[in-house]
């Protein structure tokens, strides 16, 4: 971990990988036109680009897919496990100051589990590839879940768009 | 799994677990009033019965909250491995007819990673206790990650609550 951290960065004296306590299984890979030196910061620079992505999954679980259609709101959740676990406070280059791990959205976190919410563009339920509008996520990203979006449970209560 | 299988599920071939590629570290756990029995079916349900919960963190990862305060939205994924990973096609109780897993919200998934969006009430960065509004987990239940709510990147496009 030391080697890549940057001023004011503090980790855990261990690595969370080494107390894992249960396993996750790769269901799919994100193919998307980024490599990890081009990739969008997030989604909303993901989706300016203009170039969609798709969601592979193993046709083992294409059955799963039953009932998504085009122009559904899914959740993707996606391994990012290139970076470090143990970082608790990081110094991100694009804010200014220290920032607590689970305050930001990076995907070096103690389990490196990234969420985006996006736009079903097709969806083959036969191979099970999803087109999505846009992912911030390296070609081969492995996929963890899909979930659909509910806004009624997904929005926090009180939120509205114009405050 | 074929003994908990309600008419009409699909099942895997195999168990998602035995595949597993990657590990997942327990961060803390959700404290909540609720057992396996009495367990809202979701955050609307355990909002509806006005109690809230905490999510203990193993205090290792405390300084991990810096940035986080009362009043913010999070994200909370948690782990929730009592059911079948293996269902591709679900028969839930509360709706009518099969649902593919990944176009609904069931715990029983390849990944049982549950997530639900809930309002920070309380936060003690010292010992890494975070009070929040609702929990739809039963007490116990294992946390994996903590995010921030981001309405720009967490909202679909084109989304309105009018609509």
């Known amino acids: 971990m030391t080697d890549k951290m940057r001023e004011g960065e503090i980790a855990l004296p261990f690595d969370p990988a080494d107390r ?6 790769f269901i ?7 490599s990890r030196a081009d990739c969008p910061k997030n989604i909303l620079q993901a989706r300016a680009r203009g170039l ?8 083992a679980y ?3 897919l039953t009932g998504l259609e085009p122009g559904r709101a899914i959740v993707v959740l996606y391994w990012m496990d290139r970076g470090g676990r143990g970082l ?15 305050s930001i959205r990076s995907p070096n976190r103690p389990n490196p589990i ?14 099970g590839v999803i087109g999505i509008d846009a992912t911030d996520a390296f070609d081969g990203t492995p996929v963890v879940d899909i ?3 509910m806004p009624r449970v997904d929005v926090p209560p009180g939120w509205h768009p114009e405050e």
Chains 1, 2 share one sequence.
């Open 28 to 34: 799919g890979r994100i193919r998307s036109p980024w």
């Open 62 to 64: 294409a059955q799963a």
């Open 88 to 102: 608790l406070v990081q110094n991100p280059h694009h804010v200014a100051g220290q920032r607590g791990t689970f």
């Open 114 to 127: 990234c969420m985006s919410t996006v736009l079903i563009t097709s969806i083959d339920h036969k191979s």
């Open 147 to 149: 979930k659909p979006w």
């Open 20 to 25: 894992a306590e249960a396993r996750v299984a």
């Open 52 to 59: 969609p992505a798709r969601i592979v999954l193993d046709p």
